[in-house]
């Protein structure tokens, strides 16, 4: 007589976690950062820096806590996004101290402002609340679908959060921050481009069918009706208006660049892609020519150096002159003069300072870095089994790509400069805040992706086909 010992010949082959990868990519990145730190001591005071231990242990410790949370709780996540994300915020805390060393920096804060107020250490503290921010989402974000059920409400809080600096005082001649007494300021255009990714794939997933099948050909481009092209027109007027009222050309960029990246991907009508940039053209054209602050940066970009605008253009002059002087291989951390651009560490021109202190090798390497978490999210999006997923990983890492584009444009004199933060690298605690939380929802996307499917119920058929052992 013989009895059934097993079922299958053949044992389930789980799909590798690739969490030990990660650790050591991780290790390899704090390891670059310290470095890095070490390097920018001993070319300033030929000495290696006190707070080396402290750096360290404090963005080790950041790490290794992100680590542990996406071992437990999004085991087969993308394993490349969480050590890129480190390594760009550990470069961006050295360089921000290494900015805070500069005796000029030093003397123009303090007779500006009658004091000097280091950024490294509050960066590192926005830092620690950004990864906090990335830990709540893995442990509460059990399922990004669920982001779906609030497709309406979050387009009213991302209106809200675009619309609320216009009653605040300008700062730098744009309203794109809120000053909350006892906290600061506080720039919600980074969460709101979060925020509209989820209002957008929301809405397109719904309406994508009739975007995309009702339309008519017209000399090779299929030009939706007039009832469907009602939404891009909607939010092409309200980037307008934010480019208006609070002289923000950045979010107007990303806020309208989101939109039709995810419109061409839901409908894979070029049609869409034209029209946007048709659109946004006028749009930026018309504004230019009667606002006078967009209009200012319009004339600073064409003409950096003239005397007629080099009193509003010394920055991006100054920018220039950096990424000059900074040739192929740069002067070396802590070598360069980038320091004579006054906003050096904020908003746009943290990437100066790599152009002259690391040289184009250097800046094609951070670029290829933020190139690596566009790509790993797109990829995300590709593996996605879902719709709603696949179009949220889409906004997120088009609107991430936009930001570092426009960023990056805008110091190297291609398009005007906008004011936006270089993620990850630039002081400024919303910045990197927000940021963190759009990594942390890519990797939920990214766990729901790479997760192997459940096995399929066993059927009657099945059980007719079974090996049996003696």
Do not use: C
Not at 81 to 90: I, K, S, V
Not at 160 to 172: E, K, S, T, Y
Not at 365 to 376: F, K, M, P, S, W
Not at 424 to 437: D, L, P, Q
């Amino acid at each position: 007589m013989s009895v059934v010992t097993n079922t299958t010949t053949i044992g389930a082959i789980e799909a590798p976690s690739r969490r030990n990868t990660e650790l050591a990519l991780l290790a390899f990145a704090v390891a670059i950062a310290v470095f890095a730190y070490l390097n920018v001591g001993l070319a300033l005071d030929g000495e290696v820096p006190a707070g080396v231990l402290g750096y360290a242990l404090g963005l080790a410790a950041l790490a290794g806590v992100a680590h542990l949370v996406v071992r437990k709780f999004a085991r087969y996540a993308d394993p490349l996004l969480l050590p890129l994300a480190t390594l760009l915020n550990g470069i961006g805390l050295v360089l921000i101290w290494r900015l805070d060393q500069s005796q000029r920096l030093i003397d123009r804060a303090k007779n500006i402002y009658g004091a000097f107020s280091p950024s490294a250490p509050k960066q590192m503290l926005f830092s620690a609340i950004g990864v906090a921010l990335f830990v709540g989402v893995l442990i509460l974000l059990k399922d990004h679908r669920i982001l779906q059920r609030y497709t309406y409400i979050s387009m009213v809080v991302a209106m809200v959060l675009l619309i609320l600096p216009v009653f605040f005082p300008a700062q730098f001649g744009a309203r794109i921050w809120i000053r909350i007494p006892g906290v600061g300021s506080i720039q919600p255009g980074e969460f709101a481009k979060i925020i509209i990714s989820i209002f957008f794939a929301g809405y397109l997933m719904v309406k994508r069918d009739a975007l995309a099948l009702a339309s008519r050909r017209f000399m090779g481009l299929y030009l939706p009706r007039g009832r469907d092209l009602g939404p891009i027109l909607v939010v092409w007027a309200l980037s307008i208006l934010i480019l208006v009222f609070e002289t923000d050309l950045g979010s107007s960029l990303l806020f309208f660049g989101v939109f039709v990246v995810m419109l061409y991907v839901a409908t894979e009508r070029t049609s869409w892609i034209v029209f946007g940039l048709l659109m946004s053209a006028v749009g930026a054209v018309s504004v230019a020519s009667f606002e006078p602050h967009v209009e200012q940066r319009v004339q600073a970009w064409l003409h950096p150096f003239a005397d007629k605008t080099l009193a509003q253009s010394d920055q991006i002059a100054q920018s220039l002159m950096s990424f000059g002087a900074g040739g192929t291989i740069g002067t070396g951390l802590g070598q360069g003069n980038s320091d004579l651009i006054g906003f050096a560490a904020n908003a746009d021109f943290i990437l100066s300072t790599v152009g002259e202190e690391l040289g184009l090798a250097g800046t094609m390497a951070i670029l290829l870095l933020y190139g690596l978490i566009v790509e790993r999210g797109v990829r995300t999006a590709l593996a996605a089994r879902d719709p709603f997923g696949k179009l949220l990983a889409i906004g997120l890492s088009g609107g991430f790509a936009i930001q570092v584009f426009v960023v990056t444009g805008g110091v190297m004199g291609l398009i005007p400069l906008t004011g936006m933060t270089m993620p990850f690298m630039a002081a400024g605690g919303s910045s990197v805040i927000a940021n963190w939380g759009l990594i942390g929802i890519l990797i939920r996307i990214s766990d729901t992706a790479r997760r192997p499917a459940p096995a399929p119920a066993p059927t009657s058929d099945a059980e007719m086909t079974q090996v049996v052992r003696p």
